[in-house]
């Protein structure tokens, strides 16, 4: 099993960046799938995450900017980054809470290799 995140860049202040993460390999069911981001000198922090039936969170301060989507056919989660700032340059990384075939229905997180996010001023 493995995720695989694509999409960062640098973006211009109030651009638009979409990141795609996509789950492999053997597995059963996915259920959360998500975003967190790590900034230099900061810890990771949680960014948004979308439930198998849909329900989706934010963080208050990307709420009303980026939009989560999930593809449970595809496995596969998109970020929307609209509206970009400064603060939100970061790597982002990709985490998906995934049965993989044979476990016995027990879940394990596992986590994209990260993509860089730069917004410019």
């Known amino acids: 099993v493995q995720l695989q995140a694509s999409g960062g860049g640098l973006v211009q202040v109030g651009g638009s960046l979409r990141l795609s993460c996509t789950a492999s390999?053997?597995?059963?069911?996915?259920?959360?799938m998500g975003w967190y981001r790590q900034s230099p000198g900061n810890q990771r922090e949680w960014v948004a995450n979308?439930?198998?039936?849909?329900?989706?969170k934010y963080e208050d301060s990307v709420k009303g900017r980026f939009i989560l989507s999930r593809n449970n056919v595809e496995n596969t989660v998109h970020l929307q980054m609209n509206g970009l700032k400064p603060e939100d340059t970061a790597v982002y990384y990709c985490?998906?809470?995934?049965?993989?075939?044979?476990?016995?229905?027990?879940?394990?997180?596992?986590w994209g290799q990260g993509t860089l996010v730069t917004v410019s001023s």
């Open positions: 979308t439930t198998k039936d849909g329900i989706t």
């Open positions: 390999g053997s597995i059963f069911g996915i259920n959360d």
């Open positions: 985490y998906a809470d995934i049965v993989p075939r044979g476990s016995g229905f027990w879940s394990s997180v596992y």
